[in-house]
């Protein structure tokens, strides 16, 4: 057995799944008096008064040792809001937001809070945060807190909640474009106790932060919507035309890609329209915001992919369309599809055949059976 | 200021309103100080638009939105880890000491979230520079920081950690025996272990950290620090 000096009393923890195992054994030979008719052992403990009182006390003192409180208690659990700003402000001007951060611990927390840029999202809205860059604009945050500062530890009571008053100033003669960061509050540690051994964890919450530096409230957009593409439903594509039956529920999905300075925010809808344009069905997009330069799937009201679930009634061509509208600019993009009963004529054609083949074979066994003599 | 931007887009009172043509289209920029849910057989809207903001950006240079439209209050974001201190214990050569922890994470008012987790440094010895390196799994199918595989080798040594649970990308950690070694602070980028598009409601993940040491490892406390990351959707 390697020993890093690990304690012996650890792993005690209502989660601590020990693979070594090896329970000290302390056996007293002297308490094993008698054995049960059944052949069980059963202990009798006639120890004198002294010796039980130290017994006692040993256990006491190896239970505290091992089992100190705060060790095991050791947890983390923080929330904070808003979970995110959205902020389009002038150059020369200045705003601060209230997050309110709850340490719904038993014990004091002590936790730091920090400015942490991003640039980039997944097609889902999860910034990648970076923690080593640090852009100049980060002086334009700070925190309008009497005794908290970004940066600088700060405790926060058990089961109590702190307020971080963000505030916001952008310099006159700032460059017009878009600020992304993360408020990221995080457990503060210094470094580890040279007596602390094994993984000590951390933990960090955040709010994102999307900040639009412009002297205009809608500054230009660039949105592209992607193709809208069939998830299910039984379809089959010729040409640039989906041949869809009418009976059988569909699903679509899409996306918008932001080729714009600005962040962009994807209000709009999905719509199916038969002839003459006339909107058959209409569905709120989820309005989220797309940052510049990125992509991000367009879901439905309720977060899912758009559904349509035509009927029998609708027959010919239609139209899928997506439309994104903001105050300065307007996206769109569509497919075609033709809805026929395809499986219910899939249906007829085979009930056809089979009693066309049945009606054959009857009147080829009714000439069997009557044979000309 | 915030009070009154917010009213506007989260009011509560959008009956008067409502549309019920089935063939009623809208034109998003037009309507004015309106919000809320619009449903009929034939369609469903949530929307919040008015022209205001243009006056209220003129006079005052800004406008603040907190919170998600689609979301009328605003609930925090909450994340919680049920134990802080890993403490491995006394490690047998050839024999993986195993500890667990649990993440859970509720959304509030976001749309979705990520927690993602990156370590200081590999296990490390407190008063010098050996390490317990991070495991690369089993031979046959070596695993990487984005990459979980088969760690069910007692001959293979280093440190790795497996997740199950909600929100977790079941085709990376497919079962217990599949690890992951953590990305390194300054080196690596954090590797994303939880994640959904959507509410979560105390989505829940337990964390196993394995560690498995080989016969000539040096004598020592070993140390050092896993962060975990909480960051809402946008």
Redesign the interface.
Known sequence: MTSLHYRHCESQSAEAIPAITGTPKLLLKSQYRRFTPSGISEPQFEVPKFAMTILLLIIFLTSVICHPPSASASSYGVSLTPPLLRVNIKPGKSITQVFTISNLNNEDKLLVARIVPFTQSDDRGNPSIDMKSNPSWLNYFGLANTHIKLGSPFTVKAKSSEQLILALSVPANAILRDLYSTLLISTYSNISSPKFQGSQVSAAIGANLLVTLHSDINPPTILKISSILPNTGAFFKVGNIYFVDNITPLSFSTSVKNEGNFTSETKGIFKVTGQNNTPTYLEGILPVYVISNTQRILLNSEGRNFSFSPNLSQIGFYKIIVQINSENSHTENSIDIFFFPFKIMAGLIFASIFLTVILRTNKTQKIEYFPIE | M?TIVFTLYFHPQVYADNLFS????????TINITGG??TSA????????GQT??GQ??S???????????VRE????????????????????G????????LTV?????????VKVL?DHP?RI??GSTTIADTSCNLASACTQTDATVWDDNTRYGFGYNIQGTDVDTADFVDNTYFRPFPI??ID??ATVM?R???ATASAATV??KIN?A?S?A????????????????
């Open positions: 915030t089935p063939s009623f289209e809208i034109d998003m920029g849910n619009k034939t369609y469903r809207l949530s929307d919040t638009v903001a243009q950006f003129n005052s240079g800004y406008i603040i939105k907190a919170g998600f439209q689609y605003l609930t925090p974001f909450t994340f919680t880890i049920s134990n802080l201190d890993l403490n491995y214990g006394s490690l047998v050569p024999t993986p000491s195993l500890l667990t922890n649990i509720t959304t509030g008012s976001a749309y979705g979230y990520t370590e296990l407190s008063n602070q300054d980028s954090p994640s598009s959507g509410i196993t950290y040491i016969g490892q004598t020592g406390t070993y140390q050092n620090n896993i962060q975990y990351i909480a960051i809402p959707s946008f």
